[in-house]
């Protein structure tokens, strides 16, 4: 995985299903169709392929877990200023009118 020129994400967003077409769709050259021979572990009966990704390696559902607190952190920069904004605006009018 570490030696892959394409780097392992890329690996690792097609594991648990069928990726003859990902593998082709980048163009891979000869020599690196020839290295695949170093990688084959055997056969796989095509019937049992999902049809759809069913696993998703727990490095990827971080870097998802980690994309919502990205989420989370831009709306809270957002809000608290203006949080703190209304409570001054708030404590303001509040001793004006006392
Ligand atoms: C055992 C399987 C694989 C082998 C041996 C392999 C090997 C290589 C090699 C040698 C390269 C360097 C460029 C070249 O010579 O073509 C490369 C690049 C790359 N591979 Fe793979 N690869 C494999 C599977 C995959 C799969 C499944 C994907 C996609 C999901 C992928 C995506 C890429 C990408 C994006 C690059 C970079 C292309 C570029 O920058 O031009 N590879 N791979």
């Known amino acids: 995985m570490e030696e892959h020129p394409g ?3 890329v690996l690792l967003a097609v594991t648990g299903k069928d990726a003859t077409s990902d593998f082709e769709d980048i163009g891979h050259s000869e ?3 020839e290295m695949m021979e170093k990688y084959h572990i055997g056969e796989i009966d095509a019937s049992t392929i999902p ?3 069913t696993f998703v390696p727990p490095q990827q559902a971080a870097q998802v877990q980690a994309k919502d607190n990205d989420l989370l952190i831009k709306i809270l920069q957002f ?6 904004l209304g409570l001054a ?7 004006k009118s006392m």
């Open 7 to 9: 780097g392992d994400e």
């Open 31 to 33: 020599s690196a169709k």
């Open 51 to 53: 049809a759809k990704r």
């Open 79 to 84: 809000l608290v200023p203006i949080l703190i």
């Open 89 to 95: 605006f708030g404590i303001r009018h509040y001793a």
